[in-house]
Every structure is written in structure tokens, then in C-alpha cells.
């Protein structure tokens, strides 16, 4: 039997991360029944340091929110069970170890989807760019360098990442900063856009792996956070305490307003989801207010309406992936940017809200609609890893 591995960002404190990496294995082995699918447990030290919850200043100050992320990364640990792991795990900062793990081991190797071609913190070389001596068929799916400034990335650093690029068989990147970027450093080479693994979510599939229902799922949070019953729910994904306090002070009073992910005052912070609790929580919100790119594409994958907030400066410059996401789905009325030093667009957003609220069942046909946009960009990997599997 033929084994494809995935060398992705699956072990991140981070839901999208995980949800990502499901969402892609079990879609490929669903595809390829008749092959061995695993998500290669690897991760870099470094990483394993910053998503440890530390007891700063400010988490001296807060204990209950520092006890809190620790549950929450408790959860995210029980949850790997749910992976196709390698049988072997691999903790180091080298990639020496890793390569030899996958030409040892598999008949394919897919690095993807996440911010995989990003080496800021992971540092340069990684694994993830497959800079491996072997002829073993390489394929990116998703790939996104976004967050890394081209101003950063050094004549050898690029030369070093286009050679690499050079042996892959597909290049599926996220976004057109990746296209770019991959194009800079080779350009011969062919990237081509493919949708984050998120949208392909088996969601009756996340269902089973837990045994529940959507519906006894939502129960239960609802009940383990104390949220009401009576309450329509407006859920919040945010890096921007300024945007929740404009939301709670219009919306509170009859609306429930929870958060996720980053805490926000005044809200009831859902801290301790497992990241297949989450995929399955923005069911529950007449509205999403986010700032994240996988906040957004789960959201929408629920078919809750979305307003996406860009607070990132990175994007000012360069088209930000929740803009691409949502321009190639035909939704940029629901994206706003706010950069951290311009943050003056409020009435906007809260009249976006407003409108989904009013209209919910409208918004979601539209999101329907942009789903089936992006979601064919899957099949032109599919065809090019089953062309390498039977070769």
C-alpha cells in the first residue's frame, strides 16, 4: 500500500492549524481509499517554546486567564487522537531526522496547507520548504508565505527556496503573496491557487469523531459557559479589544456576545474548546466578528454570516489573505481594514452587522455561493498526486 505524508503545522496552539491538517488528510484518504494517508508528527522546538503558556507580568496580574490557556492547550493536546499520525514524533529544530523519516517512509510527501513557506520563527532552512536530497514526488498544497516581508527574505534564502521548489510536482499556494513570492524565487515553476483545506471540512465526519451531534455539541457549550438559551448569540474571534467593546456596547443588551481564541472583557470566553468543538461552534452565531483568516473560512463553512476585520499592518501594502479569501468568493463587502494606527472604520462594521442580522438567511446563500467558487481548486492536486501515486 502507497503512504502519502503531510508535513504540516498540526501540533500549533493555533485552531485553524489543526483543523487544516484534518481537514486535508481525511479529504485525500477519502479520495485515495486504497492508499495510507498520515499527518508526519513533526514539529521545531522553538515552536514548542512559544506556544507554551507563560506566567508574565500581565498573567501574575490575571492567573485566571493563564490557568484558562493552559486548559486550553490541554485540549488541544487530548485532540491529536483524532490525527492520522506517524507512528513516529519528531521534536527538533534540524531536518536532517524529519528527511530521512519521509524518504524512509513514504511514496509522496505534501508539505501544507498554513502558513508552511513562512520561515520567521521557525527559522531558515525547515523542513517545510523540502529542500531534501530524494526523489521522492514533493506537492505543496495551499502553501502560504504571508506574514514574511520579501524586504527580510536574503539572495540566498530566495536562491535556496526556488532550487527547492524546482523538484516539486505541484505547487499549490493560498494566496496571490505566495504566487508571487514563489515566482521571485523561481520562475519556472507553475503555483497554482488551491482553496484552504478548511473548506473541504467534512463536517459530519468532525460529528462522528466526537460522538455528538452538532446540535448536543452546542448544548453542551451553551451549558459549560454558562450562555443562554433565550439569547440570539454574536461570537467574536478578535485580536482587538477596541472592536468587541464597540460590539458589546450596541449589542449586549440583546444579544449574548461570546468570544473565542483571544479573550476579550465583558464576554463569555469560550477558552477551553477542542479545536473540534470550535469547527463546529460558529453554528451557533446569528453573526462572526473576526480578525482571523480560519475564523473567517469556519465561519462561513457553518454558513454563519461574516464580518472579517484586517488589523494587520502587514496588509497595507500587500493584498492580506482574508482579502484574497474573500475576493475570489465574491464576498469583499464583508472585509474591512484597520490598520493598528488607523483604526476609524467602526460605523462600517457595525452596519455590516446590523444588515447580516437582519438578513441572515440572504448572506447565507451568498456564502454558498462563494464556497463553490474556491472548492474545484482541490481537484488539480487531487489529479497530479494520484498521476505520482501510480507511477
Same mark, same amino acid.
Given at each position: 500500500m502507497k503512504k502519502i505524508g503531510i508535513l504540516t503545522f498540526h501540533r500549533s496552539i493555533?485552531?485553524?492549524?489543526?483543523?487544516?491538517?484534518?481537514?486535508?488528510?481525511?479529504?485525500?484518504?477519502?479520495?485515495?481509499?486504497?492508499?495510507?494517508?498520515?499527518?508526519?508528527?513533526?514539529?521545531?522546538?522553538?515552536?514548542?517554546?512559544?506556544?507554551?503558556p507563560k506566567l508574565t507580568l500581565r498573567g501574575v496580574l490575571n492567573k485566571g486567564?493563564?490557568?484558562?490557556?493552559?486548559?486550553?492547550?490541554?485540549?488541544?493536546?487530548?485532540?491529536?487522537?483524532?490525527?492520522?499520525?506517524?507512528? #513516529?514524533?519528531? +521534536?527538533?529544530? /534540524?531536518?536532517?531526522?524529519? @528527511?530521512?523519516?519521509?524518504?524512509?517512509?513514504?511514496?509522496? &510527501?505534501? !508539505?501544507?496547507?498554513?502558513?508552511?513557506?513562512?520561515?520567521?520563527?521557525?527559522?531558515?532552512?525547515?523542513?517545510?520548504?523540502?529542500?531534501?536530497?530524494?526523489?521522492?514526488?514533493?506537492?505543496?498544497?495551499?502553501?502560504?508565505?504571508?506574514?514574511?516581508? #520579501?524586504?527580510? +527574505?536574503?539572495? /540566498?534564502?530566495?536562491?535556496? @527556496?526556488?532550487?527547492?521548489?524546482?523538484?516539486?510536482?505541484? &505547487?499549490? !499556494?493560498?494566496?496571490?503573496?505566495?504566487?508571487?513570492?514563489?515566482?521571485s524565487a523561481n520562475p519556472n515553476i507553475n503555483p497554482v491557487y488551491t482553496c484552504d483545506p478548511t473548506v473541504l471540512l467534512d463536517m459530519d465526519y468532525v460529528q462522528q469523531l466526537l460522538g455528538k451531534t452538532k446540535e448536543q455539541v452546542i448544548s453542551d457549550i451553551k451549558k459549560k459557559f454558562g450562555i443562554s438559551s433565550n439569547k440570539r448569540v454574536i461570537g467574536l474571534m478578535l485580536g482587538n479589544q477596541a472592536i468587541g467593546a464597540k460590539i458589546r456596547e450596541k449589542y449586549s443588551k440583546d444579544y449574548e456576545i461570546v468570544c473565542l481564541y483571544q479573550y476579550l472583557r465583558d464576554t463569555?470566553?469560550?477558552?477551553?474548546?477542542?479545536?473540534?468543538?470550535?469547527?463546529?461552534?460558529?453554528?451557533?452565531?446569528?453573526?462572526?466578528?473576526?480578525?482571523?483568516?480560519?475564523?473567517?473560512?469556519?465561519?462561513?463553512?457553518?454558513?454563519?454570516?461574516?464580518?472579517?476585520?484586517?488589523?494587520?499592518?502587514?496588509?497595507?501594502?500587500?493584498?492580506?489573505?482574508?482579502?484574497?479569501?474573500?475576493?475570489?468568493?465574491?464576498?469583499?463587502?464583508?472585509y474591512f481594514h484597520l490598520s493598528n494606527e488607523k483604526q476609524n472604520n467602526f460605523d462600517g462594521i457595525l452596519t455590516r452587522v446590523d444588515q447580516m442580522l437582519a438578513n441572515k438567511s440572504a448572506e447565507a446563500e451568498r456564502i454558498k455561493l462563494g464556497l463553490e467558487k474556491i472548492e474545484p481548486s482541490f481537484d488539480a492536486f487531487l489529479d497530479v498526486l494520484k498521476q505520482q501515486i501510480q507511477e
Open positions: 493555533n485552531y485553524g492549524a489543526f483543523v487544516q491538517s484534518l481537514a486535508l488528510s481525511d479529504r485525500i484518504q477519502k479520495a485515495l481509499p486504497d492508499t495510507k494517508v498520515e499527518v508526519i508528527d513533526y514539529t521545531s522546538l522553538v515552536m514548542e517554546k512559544i506556544y507554551k486567564l493563564y490557568f484558562k490557556l493552559l486548559k486550553r492547550q490541554k485540549a488541544f493536546k487530548s485532540s491529536l487522537k483524532y490525527l492520522p499520525l506517524s507512528d #513516529k514524533t519528531i +521534536i527538533s529544530d /534540524e531536518s536532517g531526522e524529519v @528527511f530521512r523519516y519521509i524518504t524512509e517512509n513514504y511514496d509522496a &510527501v505534501i !508539505v501544507g496547507s498554513d502558513a508552511v513557506f513562512n520561515w520567521t520563527k521557525r527559522g531558515f532552512p525547515n523542513p517545510y520548504i523540502l529542500n531534501i536530497e530524494s526523489d521522492i514526488p514533493r506537492l505543496s498544497y495551499a502553501a502560504s508565505a504571508y506574514g514574511m516581508e #520579501k524586504e527580510s +527574505i536574503t539572495k /540566498e534564502q530566495l536562491d535556496i @527556496f526556488g532550487k527547492s521548489l524546482g523538484g516539486f510536482k505541484f &505547487v499549490g !499556494v493560498r494566496d496571490d503573496y505566495t504566487k508571487d513570492l514563489t515566482l463569555k470566553f469560550l477558552y477551553s474548546l477542542t479545536p473540534l468543538e470550535w469547527a463546529l461552534c460558529f453554528s451557533m452565531f446569528s453573526v462572526t466578528v473576526t480578525s482571523y483568516f480560519h475564523g473567517t473560512l469556519l465561519s462561513l463553512k457553518n454558513l454563519t454570516p461574516t464580518v472579517s476585520v484586517d488589523i494587520t499592518s502587514f496588509s497595507v501594502n500587500n493584498t492580506g489573505k482574508i482579502e484574497d479569501l474573500l475576493t475570489r468568493m465574491d464576498l469583499c463587502d464583508n
